[in-house]
């Protein structure tokens, strides 16, 4: 396991099946499918693929009967834990529980009899030592809260909603929980979450909601995460984006490498290119990424390799790299450890790096 690099609250531990969430555990990073549930080999494909991708943790939706009538077959065959996301129906969140899935998640604000249902709900998940994640959204806070702050949507009125299920959870005996309190501001976020923070210490699952299209929702999630995170807040991550779930993933993956909570495998430093450039790094770094992504010395060790496009910084970067190229006029010089060991034509650049690879 790396060190933790920003001395991370220690929060109580819970299991999503064999995924720990909480405690010293790493940081796991959640994903949701987005195929219609009832169609199980859909589902379940699509799950494979997340998981391939590095998806630790998925979450199906169970907005219909036929969506609880599928969830024995999908939580059998899914290579990883599965969390049910319940709405409204407390009978799908009992479905979901004797399907065997890893955890649900539900908010218990919009169950229509929840006196009556969330002790159901509660006693079925001690039976069978399953994980509840209590997730309050913005768009689903209670009419008294909202009353209690004038009818706007704060940190304050977001952590006094989870807080008061929370203690509700802690009433009927149950401790193994996490919440998340989700808005799609990531300023407020980060506000509610720090707020949060400081009320309780179970897990707390990090997501900016509705975050909106790939790059506006990939930039929004690494602000409020990358700040919250380096503050030592969150045990699970879910980037929501209006794209293909893979790219959840993926960004999730990206955001705790560059925090230091997880290993790059390989790290490419590449100059943005300026008008001293001779070489077409934007071109040459992606065939470098292409070309190195599955190679197998990375499951050897780490591989960072600089991409400059001139002699400029390229020494210099070069220098805390494993190996790197400086870009000329048709030619590049290839560095090991910031010594030059060959300078050849343009076309033998990728050549000579994967080679030279070899010998490291």
Not at 53 to 66: E, K, L
Not at 165 to 173: D, R, T, V
């Amino acid at each position: 396991m790396l060190e933790d690099p920003f001395n991370r609250k220690k929060t109580r531990k819970l299991w999503v099946g064999d995924v720990a969430v909480g405690g010293d555990s790493p940081i796991s990073v959640q994903s949701m499918t987005t195929t219609r549930t009832y169609d199980v080999e859909a589902t379940v494909q699509q799950i494979r693929e997340l998981a391939l991708a590095g998806c630790d943790i998925i979450r199906i939706a169970c907005p219909t009967i036929s969506d609880a009538d599928a969830l024995p077959e999908i939580v059998k065959q899914s290579p990883i834990p599965v969390i049910v996301d319940i709405h409204f129906q407390a009978d799908f969140a009992l479905k979901a529980i004797k399907a065997g899935a890893a955890a649900v998640r539900i908010n218990p604000g919009n169950l229509a009899r929840k006196d009556e249902e969330l002790p159901l709900i509660i006693s079925a998940a001690k039976a069978n030592k399953i994980p509840l994640r209590i997730g309050v959204n913005a768009g689903s806070l209670d009419k008294e809260i909202l009353a209690k702050y004038n009818g706007k949507v704060c940190a304050e009125a977001l952590v006094d909603s989870a807080m008061q299920e929370a203690n509700e959870f802690e009433k009927l005996g149950f401790e193994d929980f996490a919440i998340s309190v989700k808005h799609h501001d990531p300023v407020l976020t980060i506000e509610t979450y720090k707020l949060l923070s400081s009320k309780i210490d179970c897990p707390l699952h990090l997501g900016v909601t509705e975050a909106g299209p790939q790059f506006q929702g990939t930039i929004k999630s690494a602000v409020a995460f990358g700040s919250l995170l380096s503050q030592g807040i969150g045990d699970t991550i879910r980037v929501s984006l209006s794209a293909d779930p893979a790219q959840e993933v993926k960004v999730g993956k990206e955001i705790l490498m560059a925090l230091g909570f997880r290993e790059r495998r390989l790290e490419i430093i590449s100059c943005p290119t300026c008008g001293r450039g001779q070489t077409d790094v934007i071109h040459l770094a992606k065939e470098v990424e292409e070309k190195l992504k599955d190679h197998p010395k990375l499951a050897e060790k780490p591989l960072k390799v600089a991409v400059m496009g001139c002699v400029v910084n390229g020494p210099g970067e070069a220098r805390e790299a494993n190996i790197g190229v400086a870009g000329g006029a048709g030619k590049g010089k290839i560095f090991v450890k910031g010594k030059v060991i060959k300078t050849v034509a343009t076309e033998e650049i990728i050549p000579t790096l994967l080679a030279e690879i070899e010998n490291l």
